[in-house]
């Protein structure tokens, strides 16, 4: 079965108001930082030698925060430290996260020579004004920009980022956002419906009731777009989130979502393994400096760990599977038949996969926990 390697680095220019992912604002002049986290990671990645001992990683995937604020020279370093330390299959898909007004022909060339042959870019959204709101510091210009200098540097597998379901958001606009991005011409878009974390300044507005979110009825409106604009040119939905021209699926991606095996180096990244024949998940410190510490004693940075039971795994492949497009095998015709009647609204079924429906697309989350629950109890 294929496994991941994740890297994550957590530096950006400034916090997004919905981003609840581990990252620090950095301005010039952190190089020092930077250096001690590379080293780190390194340490880190020496550490589980002999846990990933005769494995060959599928992908790498170099994620963040904005990996494209690294040095190009110590971006290099970092690769080159990870290849010397775990095997990587001939193949494998190395994708790099980038925002566009940090992408520049230096670190690109610097990714290129290291292996990367996958770009993610953040663009968010076709409207300078949506941006600004959202708090990112490129233009509609820079994705632009940043998709060309990507492609003239022979970079083509590119990925676009975009998010929906803000306030005061249309229809009109997301419609045009979405033809916006499809005329880019990337092999991949992710669109991820906004989601209100805590800890985030759009929790505080929305706690404030300085602004609110659509309803209910207009988040599926949007959802209807993004179908009928994304298939219509071309890509296919092959997760919720998620559309690409067909061949160019994430697979790094695709590796959480099969349940696969995969490993997580820097602060706040998780890993998902196999540790004297039982599974386990940990995930790192969020914090920098506390990671830099630990790292520098070798010392694991973990700050949670859990091996995983029966009820949680089952939990954990049904909320995962569902969310394919090729639909969560269950195994058995029967068991599949029984979920489809009891939940006829929400799943179809093909042999023994349970696949979801547009209305099921809607409430995967809670339908998950039902239908584990029922996976469980059957009778």
């Not at 930077?34 to 599928?58: G, I, P």
């Not at 060339?109 to 292996?115: E, H, P, R």
């Not at 606009?173 to 669109?191: D, E, M, N, R």
């Not at 419906?193 to 507005?205: A, H, Q, Y």
Request: with cysteine; aromatic share 12%.
């Amino acid at each position: 079965m294929p496994k991941g390697l994740y890297v994550h680095i957590p530096f950006c220019t400034s916090k997004c108001m919905y981003c609840a992912f581990y990252s620090i604002p950095v301005g010039t002049g952190d190089d020092e930082l930077y250096r001690q986290y590379v080293k780190s990671v390194l340490n880190e990645a020496k550490m589980l030698e002999d846990l990933t001992a005769n494995t060959k990683f599928s992908t790498i995937y170099i994620g963040g925060g904005t990996p494209s604020k690294l040095p190009a020279g110590l971006f290099y370093e970092l690769v080159s430290g990870l290849r010397e330390q775990f095997d990587f299959e001939k193949e494998i898909e190395f994708t790099v996260e980038a925002n566009p007004e940090s992408l520049s022909e230096d670190f690109l060339k610097a990714a290129i020579d290291s292996g990367v042959n996958r770009l993610s870019i953040g663009a968010q959204y076709g409207s300078d004004e949506v941006l600004r709101f959202l708090g990112r510091t490129h233009t509609v210009r820079d994705v632009e920009v940043s998709v060309a200098l990507a492609r003239k540097m022979g970079i083509e597998n590119i990925n676009l980022d975009l998010i929906f379901g803000l306030p005061n958001e249309t229809s009109e606009s997301w419609a045009s956002t979405l033809k916006w991005a499809v005329s880019l011409k990337p092999t991949h878009i992710s669109t991820y419906s906004l989601t209100v974390e805590e800890n985030t300044k759009l929790k505080m507005l929305i706690n404030e009731g300085r602004i609110d979110l659509p309803s209910v009825e207009r988040i599926v409106e949007l959802f209807r777009i993004r179908e009928d604009i994304l298939t219509s040119s071309g890509y296919r939905r092959y997760e919720i989130s998620n559309f690409a021209i067909p061949g160019h699926e994430s697979r790094h991606n695709l590796i959480y979502w099969r349940w696969h095996k995969y490993i997580g180096l820097g602060a706040s990244a998780s890993s998902f393994w196999i540790v004297d024949y039982e599974l386990w998940r940990w995930t790192n410190v969020r914090d920098v400096r506390k990671y830099i510490e630990l790292t520098s004693q070798n010392i694991p940075p973990k700050d949670f760990e859990e091996n995983l039971d029966d009820n949680m795994a089952r939990l954990e492949k049904v909320f995962l599977g569902l969310r394919l497009a090729e639909g969560l095998d269950v195994g058995d015709p029967f068991i599949a038949e029984a979920i489809r009647e009891n939940f006829p609204e929400f799943v179809e079924i093909e042999g023994t996969k349970i696949k979801l429906t547009f209305k099921g697309m809607l409430v995967a989350d809670h339908l998950a926990i039902d239908i584990a629950d029922f996976l469980e109890n059957p009778d």
